[in-house]
């Protein structure tokens, strides 16, 4: 089997939303009237995003979704997608598990595969994601405001205690570290409750790596500072059985969560929460925006708290 056979056999479809997909020079879309272009592109590395072991299926799914999730903290819908895939070698039974789980999600999605590259090195994935959004609605880090609430969806914590209990950092019963292998392998990117938002948060991002890494993105790019409530911090239940500091570095530092954490008025208080429940999501307002540059820890009892440790940085040395 050669480039353009596994192109064919594996990655080519009927096109269905662009006007011109896979097999040309360059795909063709129209955007629609009114709307902005949402682009967005993230590159998988074995040994560094994805273990050498990982499920075929499984890595399929996660490699669009973390792109889904980057339109999702902006507020857009998903259209189309290309995939750049560097292989060792060609495998038809892992190219099929692994286009089965990217296809199952891109239907989900209602997102089209329109084009890509395909070459021979150390497996690599590399995905640039597609979408619209109403022109000057995207939910941007720059937005945030003095005063606005900030708030995550869902429990965080549980991808990172995947990683913990594969690397030995620490020891899972084995049911519960299949639940935390579930959320680390399958992340379920909030694309329907990000477009819901839009019109009621200042800015909003996905978190990748971790909550203490990511929030400083939107201090910076806001010229703001924020406050954060530790016990108010939503927790996945997968980290009970985990030593506290353990505990307490997955919710807070821990990557992978895909979950959004975003800011918005008092105001939207009620209507966040009905948007949330109409979209099964549960949703924590973790703390607020302040004009004290910088994140600031504090515990029930209103003591600033030090961390040790901040988010995930892919070229930190020690």
Sequence with gaps: MNEFDL?????TRPVRYADLGVGDDAALMTISPNHQLAVSADMLVEGRHFFADADPYRLGHKCLAVNLSDL??????????????????????WLARFSQGMFALADEHQIELVGGDTTRGPLTIAIQVAGEVPTGQAMLRSGAQIGDDIWVS???????????????RAKLPEPT???????????????????????LAHAALDISDGLAGD????????HCG??????????????????????????LAGGDDYELCFTAPHSARSALQHIATQCQLNISRIGEIVATKGLHFVDQHQQAVVLPFGGFDHFKTS
């Design 7 to 11: 192109i064919a056999q594996y990655f």
């Design 72 to 93: 999702a903290a902006m507020g857009a819908k998903p259209t189309w997608f290309t995939l750049s895939l560097a292989l060792p070698e060609i495998k038809p039974d």
């Design 154 to 168: 869902g429990p965080l914590g549980a991808a990172a205690a995947a990683v913990m209990h594969r690397t030995g």
């Design 177 to 199: 570290a299949l639940e935390c292998d579930l959320r680390l392998d399958l992340p379920q990117p909030r694309v329907i409750f990000g477009q819901a938002i839009a019109h």
């Design 215 to 222: 929030l400083r993105h939107i201090c910076n790019r806001s």
């Design 226 to 251: 924020a406050v954060i409530h530790i016990d108010a911090v939503p927790m996945a239940p997968q980290l009970q059985p985990l030593a506290p500091a353990l505990a307490l570095e997955a919710k």
